[in-house]
Antibody, heavy 121, light 110 residues
Framework: EVQLVESGGGLAKPGRSLRLSCTGS????????VSWFRQAPGKGLEWLGF??????????EYAASVKGRFTISRDDSKSIASLQLNTLEAEDTAVYFC????????????WGQGTLVTVSS | QSVLTQPPSVSAAPGQRVTISCSGT????????VSWYQHLPGTAPKLLIY???KRPSGIPDRFSGSKAGTSATLGITGLQTGDEADYYC???????????FGGGTKLTVL
């Protein structure tokens, strides 16, 4: 069974950093791209960025709203993708989801349940 | 402000049919495949439609997708109370080099 599980969420102060993880199981993790999304309270889903699989160079793309502040990486040996959130702002408070996709195709067939990040002093 | 435009809400009675529209531009919907997702609060979003009109295994044929020009449509027939959820369209934007989503449509089954 394909599963994606996010972890690492919690309470963080403005200006601090947080690192989220997405652990995959039930499939060949390295064959897929991994995307990160978030949903702020009362808002819709927002794509944050993705990392391609190694065949496509393991390169990344980011939404303009988080480029330079968020970084996605992956460790295929551990079936983990990470989202590093730097210089956190109150507006980053959201549930963060990871999902997988076939690199070169932009639909997301499996998603995790999400992890909550709350940014507050 | 989302790149793709969806109506904030739609409603219909059980057993009826509803459609949800998704409007974009030549750089996103007009140039790329569209996918649709169902999201219930507190759960993982679920892929309903990919490549404009294809259903993943396990998605009933009550759900359908279509695309014409720079707009796409999700159709749901035989509405059930369990279909109450938020629905999102998404695609790639060739100008922004980014995945773009609609703002979501809340479906109420009256």
């Amino acid at each position: 069974e394909v599963q994606l599980v996010e972890s690492g969420g919690g309470l963080a102060k403005p200006g601090r950093s947080l690192r989220l993880s997405c652990t995959g199981s039930g499939f060949s993790f390295g064959d897929y791209g991994v995307s990160w999304f978030r949903q702020a309270p009362g808002k819709g889903l927002e794509w944050l960025g993705f990392i391609r699989n190694k065949v496509y160079g393991g390169t990344t793309e980011y939404a303009a709203s988080v480029k330079g502040r968020f970084t996605i990486s992956r460790d295929d040996s551990k079936s983990i993708a990470s989202l590093q959130l730097n210089t956190l702002e109150a507006e980053d408070t959201a549930v963060y989801f990871c999902s997988r996709h076939i690199s070169g195709w932009y639909y997301f067939d499996y998603w995790g349940q999400g992890t909550l990040v709350t940014v507050s002093s | 402000q989302s790149v793709l435009t969806q109506p904030p809400s739609v409603s219909a009675a059980p057993g009826q049919r509803v459609t949800i529209s998704c409007s974009g531009t030549s750089f996103n919907i007009g140039d790329n495949y569209v996918s649709w997702y169902q999201h219930l609060p507190g759960t993982a979003p679920k892929l309903l439609i990919y490549d404009n009109d294809k259903r993943p295994s396990g998605i009933p044929d009550r759900f359908s997708g279509s695309k014409a020009g720079t707009s796409a449509t999700l159709g749901i027939t035989g509405l059930q109370t369990g279909d109450e959820a938020d629905y999102y369209c998404g695609t790639w934007d060739s100008s922004l080099n980014a995945v773009v989503f609609g703002g979501g449509t809340k479906l109420t089954v009256l």
